[in-house]
């Protein structure tokens, strides 16, 4: 169980362009989900807590207006990196929890390779 | 959250114990310890996490310290396919204003050679 998809695995864009990231929790409902980034050689850092049906929290340093977080369903969150630049070129990826009051851990997904040209 | 300190790099023959440590000498009492590992251009898979008492699971055991300021997670015959990076995560227990977010550290990349 606890299985969190991540669509698509990786995409191409040209500069000013807008992308749209989806992680789906497959057989649990989250009400929270968690959204990184990852440069090579680097360890993963925390963009944002998706919350259903509110507005996302935002780590210090990162744009809100530029990685815009949709929550809309206890299944689907989607990151739209708007206006994309070479520089967002990144690993992208997202995580879920079934229970996370339980302590139970968190599964992530397999990543979205983004390379904006 | 407390911070972990793990070292960079180990290296471990294949078939023998892995025993990756970490120092989280600032834990609080309601602060779980998490244990990820990353294999390239993958996401984190999650290992196995623990509060006070050492656990085991069908990939690896953790070993906590009575103190709780250190713990060590041992993959007990590990294979070619163990390589990865290892990330020992504290994270604060989840409460109506706490969601529990994980924060990652930069990890040990474990090499196992044949």
């Known amino acids: 169980g606890a299985v969190v998809s991540q669509h698509p695995s990786w995409v191409i864009c040209k500069s000013g362009t807008s992308v749209k990231i989806e992680c789906r929790s497959l057989?649990?409902?989250?009400?929270?989900m968690f959204w990184y980034r990852q440069f090579p050689k680097q360890s993963l850092m925390l963009m944002a807590t998706s919350n259903e049906g509110s507005k996302a929290t935002y780590e210090q340093g990162v744009e809100k207006d530029k990685f815009l977080i949709n929550h809309a369903s206890l299944t689907l969150s989607t990151l739209t990196v708007t206006s994309a630049h070479p520089e967002d070129s990144s690993f992208y990826i997202c995580s879920a929890s079934l229970r996370p009051e339980r302590g139970h851990g968190y599964t992530f997904g397999s990543g979205t390779r983004l390379t904006v040209v | 959250d407390a911070k972990t300190t793990q070292p960079t790099s180990m290296d471990c023959a294949e078939g023998r114990a892995a025993n990756l440590p970490c120092n989280h000498s600032t834990i609080s009492g309601n602060e779980y310890v998490y244990w990820y590992r990353q294999i390239h251009s993958q996401g984190p898979q999650y290992i196995i996490h623990g509060l006070k008492n050492n656990e085991t699971n069908e990939m690896a055991s953790l070993i906590i310290t009575e103190d709780r300021k250190s713990s060590t997670l041992i993959l007990p015959h590990a294979t070619l396919r163990d390589t990865a990076v290892y990330y020992c995560i504290v994270r604060v227990a989840f409460d109506s204003s706490n969601t529990g977010k994980l924060i990652f550290g930069q990890g040990t990349t474990l090499q196992v050679k044949p």
């Open positions: 057989d649990f409902q989250a009400t929270t």
